[in-house]
């Protein structure tokens, strides 16, 4: 079967920088051979300086973006600690989720999708959580969360970040705004495929993790033996070889741009996005303050869909005429906005002209 290239403009995967693609047809090497771990090494230099973290245990976990976030809950969370949790889409509520399998008291700090959280709220949802979690960048609603607020007065609460689909898009900084540990993937603001989870974890929090966490593979402590440890490395689990050299390709272009030059490129892109959008008379789901360069959700214009024509065929038309694919709205929003990625590689004025010039065609 042939796959036809697509301009990936749903809320993730993006498309893969030509480096990335490059770096996957390399021989694959042994996951202790002396040459894949120095990549592996230089692969974790990189997310630090992503991150702009000095964090030692810095690494990709094997899996997509949700196993960072399983990672990030089972090695710091036990049963009865109590996990404050701000939610404003999809993926607060996924945190919510996963905190509570881990046996947490989850107290939820609820604000309406596409609002972002209120600080100060969260922060006096409880007077000692073990852990206050947010969503940097709600790929729900376009909505970017503040950290830099939590970090500074979360007192003896340990700070947990989304960062999947900020990293990269837009100025993450793990260390000034004392976030004790973050996740990511690869497939949002990186231009990589999915399949890994940059992880990030502070001394404070390595601190607290614990010995045995409820998951075998997930076990931070023993992955550290492998990723992180000097002279002998032990064996946990077979690095996924090929993903690591495409994320450390990845991590490349992003660094060679510069990590300024590429937020500025995905702020350009949603910029022009944005005001294409609301010169045509659509509606943004995001408030100005606090919209999203790298994922615009826009409200269907129910008027202006043809005879007959519901959201769902405006996009398969878009896929299937013009090889674009945008993404559909998620829980409360199903069915109700669309939501349209510049991410990575796929943030490029070019792509914003075509999908724009596509709409326009498709619903003439
Ligand atoms: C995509 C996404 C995830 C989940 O990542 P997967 O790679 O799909 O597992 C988590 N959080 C946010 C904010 C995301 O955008």
Redesign the pocket.
Same mark, same amino acid.
Request: no cysteine; glycine share 18%; charged share 20%.
């Given at each position: 079967m042939q796959h036809a290239e697509r301009i990936l403009m749903g809320? +993730?995967p993006s498309n893969p920088y030509p480096e990335v693609i490059e770096a996957f047809t390399r021989p694959v090497m042994g996951h202790l051979d002396g040459d894949f771990l120095e990549l592996l090494d230089d692969t974790c230099d990189r997310l630090r300086a992503v991150f702009r973290t000095q964090n030692a245990l810095t690494f990709p976990v094997s +899996?997509? +973006?949700? *196993?960072g976030?399983e990672a990030a809950f089972v090695n710091l969370v036990s049963g009865g600690e109590t996990v404050v949790v701000g939610v404003n889409g999809v993926?607060g509520e996924?945190m919510c989720d996963a905190a509570a399998r881990c046996g947490a008291r989850v107290v939820r700090v609820d604000e309406e999708w596409g609002t972002p959280l209120e600080p100060q709220r969260i922060l006096e949802a409880h007077p000692d959580p073990a852990v206050i979690a947010v969503?940097h960048?709600?790929?729900s609603t376009g909505v970017r969360n503040d950290l830099a607020g939590l970090g500074s007065a979360k007192g003896d609460a340990l700070l947990l970040a989304?960062c999947?689909?900020s990293l990269g898009g837009i100025d993450v900084r793990l260390d000034d705004w004392g976030v004790d540990i973050a996740f990511s +993937?690869t497939?949002?603001c990186l231009g990589v495929p999915?399949g890994l *989870?940059p992880v990030s974890v502070s001394p404070r929090a390595v601190e607290r993790m614990h010995c045995r966490p409820q998951s075998w593979y997930f076990d931070m402590g023993m992955i550290a033996d492998y990723v992180n440890g000097a002279g002998a490395r032990a064996y946990h689990h077979t690095a996924p070889i090929s993903m690591i050299y495409a994320l450390h390709a990845g991590l490349g272009v992003v660094l060679d741009e510069g990590l300024e030059e590429a937020h500025a490129r995905h702020q350009e892109c949603g910029d022009m996005l944005q005001a294409g959008l609301e010169a045509r008379g659509f509606d943004l789901v995001a408030p100005s303050e606090a919209r999203l360069p790298q994922l615009t959700s826009v409200h269907v214009p129910e008027a202006r869909l043809p005879p007959d024509t519901g959201e769902a065929d405006i996009r398969r038309v878009l896929l299937e005429r013009y090889g674009i694919e945008i993404g559909g709205g998620l829980g409360a929003l199903a069915g109700k906005c669309w939501r349209i990625g510049c991410m990575g590689h796929t943030a490029r004025a070019r792509n914003v002209t075509l999908v724009l010039a596509a709409l326009d065609e498709v619903l003439a």
């Open positions: 809320p +993730g +899996g997509t +973006g949700s *196993a976030m993926f996924r969503v960048a709600e790929t989304d999947v689909t +993937g497939q949002k999915p *989870a």
